[in-house]
């Protein structure tokens, strides 16, 4: 609301981030404490929710097995997915080197948008010359076929030079048409190929999702706890003997003695 009512009374500012220039000098670095503060638990409560869903739907069987963490024992519901963190760790750092700047984020969509507009005004304007060139054409043929009985031969000279003014203005708007449509082009071949690396990463996580979760996985998981299990057992089975050879061993020479 405060930022609103600066707006309100200097909508002439030239400053593209009025909310830091609306905050009072005095007072700007704690507001921007609070700002980075709220932003972090922003993140939080987005990277706790998307655990939640997780942990939910593949309670139900609607998404594959994954590590699940509970890091409470007094807070049901807190719990940490190990595989969720790295995925939005890297589609985190996907966007970032894609986009390098939030306002490409935000202007993409703008300029595409932008772009077809031009290219509809262009078409417009093409339609429009299109349909003058005709009726010029037209007129300056019925002008030929009368001769010298209506218009002089410096008036059908007139309409030959506009016709050729249009025909010229016709071939530079086709030209930007074609650059415009390159530009669009370009931008949707970058956006795809995002779009590939981001599909790229998502299958490799889910590969190693699934391996995580098949059951030889499970399997040889539970044959090694099994195994370090019995090293420890045997490893106490060892050192008892090693005691009771020693006690042997110190009562044998206690007799001998």
């Known amino acids: 609301m405060g930022q609103a009512a600066y707006l309100l009374h200097h909508h002439h500012s030239k400053h593209s981030i009025s909310f830091y220039v609306s905050v009072p000098e005095c007072i700007r670095w704690p507001v921007l404490v609070v700002v980075i503060l709220a932003s972090v638990f922003g993140s939080q409560a987005i990277i706790r929710g998307i655990f939640s869903i997780i942990n939910q739907r593949q309670s139900i069987g609607c998404f594959p097995r994954v590590k699940v963490v509970q890091t409470s024992y007094k807070i049901h519901g807190q719990i940490y997915i190990p595989e969720i963190n790295w995925i939005l760790m890297i589609l985190s750092i996907v966007v970032t080197i894609g986009f390098r700047d939030t306002k490409h984020m935000g202007n993409e969509s703008g300029e595409l948008e932008n772009r077809v507009v031009e290219l509809e005004e262009s ?10 060139r005709d009726a010029a054409k037209v007129a300056g043929f019925s002008v030929l076929n009368l001769g010298s009985k209506h218009v002089s031969c410096d008036k059908v000279r007139d309409k030959v030079k506009d016709i050729q003014d249009m025909e010229t203005a016709l071939k530079e708007l086709m030209d930007q048409a074609s650059c415009r449509l390159k530009e669009i ?10 779009l590939l690396q981001l599909s790229n990463f998502q299958s490799k996580l889910n590969n190693v999702a699934c391996i995580s979760s098949s059951q030889a996985y499970l399997l040889v998981r539970d044959q090694i706890e099994k195994s370090k299990f019995e090293v420890i057992e045997y490893q106490a089975s060892y050192e008892k003997l090693q005691i009771v050879g020693r006690e042997g061993y110190s009562c044998l020479k206690g007799k001998g003695t």
Do not use: D, F, P, Q
């Open 123 to 132: 078409n417009c304007k093409l339609a429009i010359l299109k349909s003058r």
């Open 185 to 194: 082009k370009g931008l949707h071949e970058e956006r795809v190929h995002i």
